[in-house]
């Protein structure tokens, strides 16, 4: 089916009706909400889920045999049986409930590092990672004697892969890249790179907190050895995410924490450690909002993750065409393959200024470096204006924004 007949079937008003928040003013205007990639907005669904949890099964999970307990556990472990089936990873022990992409990241810097990482060897990230994806491996490096290496970045805002041979060595122990850009949008060919480094026994961990909200994705058909992805960003709560692994690397690894849930005896003269996912999972966790990712995903699959891939599509080609169709304004990051994301700069406009102006008229966009400092500096920008949509967005607010645009352009210009 072409996705424009697969977005004309969507309700969309219904689909907006599902979300609280958009039926709000914001500085007596209708809210336009265009930071989808900072955070998502949640259904009814997720909210009421939450305090469904709260009002009648709050209990601590997988170590009561009374009846709230065991509820309580049989909800969150469904969460991870249906995160294994979006995924589709092969065992739902292989993935583990964290507080976001970014506690996802560290686990596996600080665990993986711990058990492969020496002095001298290398990891390998690109040029337009979140800081989330560059700080932890700083660390590591700082901590092991290791060395940062860096996939160029064109500047149409895509991944130089002919540099990518010579950057693996004998001595790269470790890939970890962003499937699609938080500041531009791209999608990157993560299968050629994956390919690459495995063709060289070389592991490889996907950021994929803007992927897994937009895009089908399929850990076993990608063969990636890790993915990271965060509920916040998939109209689920915050404060909890997912880290995928594949059973033989999270069994080779130690543990990232210690404390309940992870320990299997504790004496003082030492301890056994729990079997996985409980391994990494110390303590009392999220389990509210890890029960309510349950209903988040539920409501993706209602809608359907491949209608809401082609609506976005849609929106982003009718963003980037309207906005280029005025003189002054500049799109940070062109590659063909894109999603969501448009990043952009209007004439020698501060984004800091122009998004004040588009806060005063209803529209929330993001303005600055988006947590990707070396990206902009590649670019030559201290920061630009994001705007990136969800499958409730519509045209229509595309508009609104392009008006607001002008607006703020006769009063700053």
Known sequence: MHPSAITRELDIEAIRSAFPVLRQQVHGKPLVYFDNAATSQKPQAVIDRIRQYYEAENANIHRGVHYLSQQATEAYEQTRRHMQALLNAERSHEVLFVRGTTEGINLVAHSFGAAFVGEGDEILISG????????????????????????????????????????????????????????????NPVETIIREAHARGIPVLLDAAQSVPHLRVDVQALDCDFLVCSAHKMFGPTGIGVLYGKERWLEAMPPFMGGGDMIKTVRFEGTTYNELPHKFEAGTPNIADGIALDAAITFMESVGIEAIAAREAMLLEYATRRLQEQGDIRIIGTAPHKASVVSFLLGDIHPYDAGTILDQLGIAIRTGHHCAQPLMERFGVPGTMRASFAFYNTTEEIDQMIGALDTARRMLS
């Open 128 to 187: 337009m990672e979140h800081h989330s994806n560059i700080v932890p491996w700083q660390m590591l490096c700082e901590r092991k004697g290791a060395v940062l290496k860096v996939i160029p970045v064109t500047d149409s805002g895509e991944l130089d892969l002919e540099a990518l041979p010579g950057l693996l060595t004998e001595r790269t122990r470790l890939v970890s890249v962003v499937h699609i850009s938080n500041a531009l949008g791209t999608i």
